[in-house]
């Protein structure tokens, strides 16, 4: 009992008067409860911190620590979208007003730019597409023709799965840049001063319990200075 009141008095003095908030705790494994908690409470959005204790020093302890979290498992079996806060940032005061996109062109990157759409629309916020072109871990060297190639039939790509779908929205940008896809989308939403990263959470990628979201969203989440969401299913996001 005394961890539910200790949770009272502390999010009670961060909110303000007049939100609807309900205060739960459950014993039982952490991930199991969130998941069960959400499905009951038939939920939109999952907000969690990425728990970093005792590793800040280390990033290799960071990573093996995130990998086998709380976190990868409840964002690996949700329904709805998981918000994942790693440090404040001071768009928690001013809403989000820049919102980035990192579009990989799979089919699970199309449900998340549908939640990546309507989210901006919603906040009234600048929607930025971006897609990096992958020429890291190609271990040949690329010739500037196919380069060029590969940019040419990114554009199109882009134009064809998502910017046809912002009919009259007209606050949205696209981008295509090319190098370690992770490098890049951290760099782009520094320079688009981003309050938000929003990427498609590839579950099928995840192999064991040592494995991680995927190499790009596990490396963005270890390296952004915003919130990233991580869309797993279109289950919420259906009737966007």
Same mark, same amino acid.
């Given at each position: 009992?005394?961890?539910?009141?200790? &949770?009272?008095?502390?999010? /009670?003095?961060?909110? +303000?008067?007049?939100v609807? !908030?309900?205060?739960?705790?459950? =014993?039982?494994?952490?991930?199991?409860? =969130?998941?069960? @908690?959400?499905?009951?409470?038939?939920?939109?959005?999952?907000?969690?911190?990425?728990?970093?204790? $005792? !590793?800040?020093?280390?990033?290799?302890?960071?990573?093996?620590?995130?990998? $086998?979290s709380?976190?990868q498992?409840?964002?690996?079996a #949700? @329904?709805?979208? =998981?918000? =994942?806060?790693?440090?404040?940032?001071?768009s928690?005061?001013?809403?989000?007003?820049?919102?980035?996109?990192?579009?990989?062109?799979?089919?699970a990157?199309? *449900?998340?730019?549908?939640?990546a759409?309507?989210?901006?629309?919603?906040?009234?916020?600048?929607?930025?597409?971006? *897609?990096?072109?992958?020429? $890291?871990?190609?271990?040949? &060297?690329?010739?500037?023709?196919?380069l060029?190639?590969?940019?040419?039939?990114?554009?199109?790509r882009?134009?064809? +799965?998502? &910017?046809i779908?912002?009919?009259?929205? +007209?606050?949205? #940008?696209?981008?295509?840049?090319?190098?370690?896809?992770?490098?890049?989308?951290?760099?782009?939403?520094?320079? +688009?001063?981003?309050?938000?990263?929003?990427?498609?959470?590839h579950?099928k990628?995840?192999? /064991?319990?040592? #494995?991680?979201? $995927? *190499?790009? &969203?596990?490396?963005?989440?270890?390296?952004?200075?915003?919130?990233v969401? #991580?869309?797993?299913?279109?289950?919420?996001?259906?009737?966007?």
């Amino acid at each position: 009992m005394w961890v539910k009141d200790e &949770l009272k008095n502390t999010y /009670d003095r961060q909110m +303000k008067s007049g939100v609807d !908030c309900e205060i739960d705790t459950a =014993v039982g494994i952490p991930h199991r409860e =969130v998941l069960r @908690k959400a499905r009951q409470e038939d939920v939109d959005l999952i907000v969690m911190g990425a728990s970093t204790t $005792g !590793c800040e020093a280390d990033a290799d302890a960071y990573q093996r620590h995130f990998a $086998g979290s709380t976190l990868q498992r409840v964002a690996k079996a #949700s @329904k709805a979208p =998981v918000l =994942v806060v790693n440090r404040p940032v001071a768009s928690f005061w001013g809403g989000f007003t820049n919102i980035v996109f990192g579009a990989d062109f799979s089919k699970a990157s199309e *449900h998340a730019f549908k939640f990546a759409l309507k989210t901006a629309k919603e906040l009234d916020a600048k929607l930025h597409v971006f *897609h990096a072109i992958d020429i $890291g871990s190609t271990h040949s &060297l690329i010739s500037q023709k196919q380069l060029d190639d590969q940019m040419i039939e990114a554009r199109d790509r882009m134009r064809r +799965k998502y &910017l046809i779908q912002t009919g009259d929205f +007209k606050n949205v #940008s696209a981008d295509i840049w090319e190098g370690i896809p992770y490098v890049e989308i951290v760099k782009y939403a520094r320079e +688009k001063q981003a309050d938000l990263i929003i990427m498609a959470h590839h579950s099928k990628d995840v192999g /064991d319990e040592e #494995s991680a979201f $995927g *190499h790009t &969203l596990e490396q963005v989440l270890l390296r952004a200075t915003c919130p990233v969401a #991580s869309v797993n299913r279109p289950d919420k996001i259906q009737n966007v």
